[in-house]
Antibody
Framework: EVQLLESGGGLVQPGGSLRLSCAASGFTFSRYALTWVRQAPGKGLEWVSNIIVSDDLTYYADPVKGRFTISRDNSKNTLYLQMNSLRAEDTAFYYC??????????????WGHGTLVTVSS | DIQMTQSPSTLSASVGDRVTITCRASQSISNRLAWYQQKPGKAPKLLIY???SLESGVPSRFSGSGSGTEFTLTISSLQPDDFATYYC????????FGQGTKVEIK
């Protein structure tokens, strides 16, 4: 089955760190660019970060630039998001998703179920 | 940054109604526009890409149109499964979502 499965969410104090993982199955992971999108409870979708086939090209939204790092391990079919210096406003469901087809400026055609990150003291 | 503005924010409709949602971009994005459907507690689902291309497996009652800065998503005959929140997304320069349109039962 083609799927993405996030893990690693939880409760963390402001200023703390957390690493999210996204395990892929059912498709050739190394051929696709991947993304993280977040959604604060009851709010809309916010793009967070993208990574192309290798680690050479990454993109970040301004609110997370310098604090979050996206990476991938093609040997493990896994995407990661290292989140440092977490703030209350980072509280959200975090979804990993696959970019559709070849290229970078394309939509997201496969989504995981999401993992909740709560930043609170 | 490219801003995406959807209207309306909430739409009340009945089964069988024709429904139209509008999305406006703050600058031209050609046809690099996608539409997603999200149900409570679930991940978004891609419906439309390149403004008017139907994603595989999506019912033909969904259609998209537009180019440049103005786009629409139309549901030709609303079905019970279609009550959800819909988001547009531009992917011309980085990726930005609209604020969402909730389609609720009238």
């Amino acid at each position: 089955e083609v799927q993405l499965l996030e893990s690693g969410g939880g409760l963390v104090q402001p200023g703390g760190s957390l690493r999210l993982s996204c395990a892929a199955s059912g498709f050739t992971f190394s051929r696709y660019a991947l993304t993280w999108v977040r959604q604060a409870p009851g709010k809309g979708l916010e793009w967070v970060s993208n990574i192309i086939v290798s680690d050479d090209l990454t993109y970040y939204a301004d609110p997370v630039k310098g604090r979050f790092t996206i990476s991938r391990d093609n040997s493990k079919n896994t995407l990661y998001l290292q989140m440092n210096s977490l703030r209350a406003e980072d509280t959200a469901f975090y979804y990993c998703a696959r970019l559709k087809g070849v290229g970078n400026y394309v939509p997201f055609d496969l989504w995981g179920h999401g993992t909740l990150v709560t930043v609170s003291s | 940054d490219i801003q995406m503005t959807q209207s309306p924010s909430t739409l009340s409709a009945s089964v069988g109604d024709r429904v139209t949602i509008t999305c406006r971009a703050s600058q031209s994005i050609s046809n690099r526009l996608a539409w997603y459907q999200q149900k409570p507690g679930k991940a978004p689902k891609l419906l439309i890409y390149k403004a008017s291309s139907l994603e595989s497996g999506v019912p033909s009652r969904f259609s998209g149109s537009g180019s440049g800065t103005e786009f629409t998503l139309t549901i030709s005959s609303l079905q019970p499964d279609d009550f959800a929140t819909y988001y547009c997304q531009q992917y011309d320069y980085y990726w930005t979502f609209g604020q969402g349109t909730k389609v609720e039962i009238k």
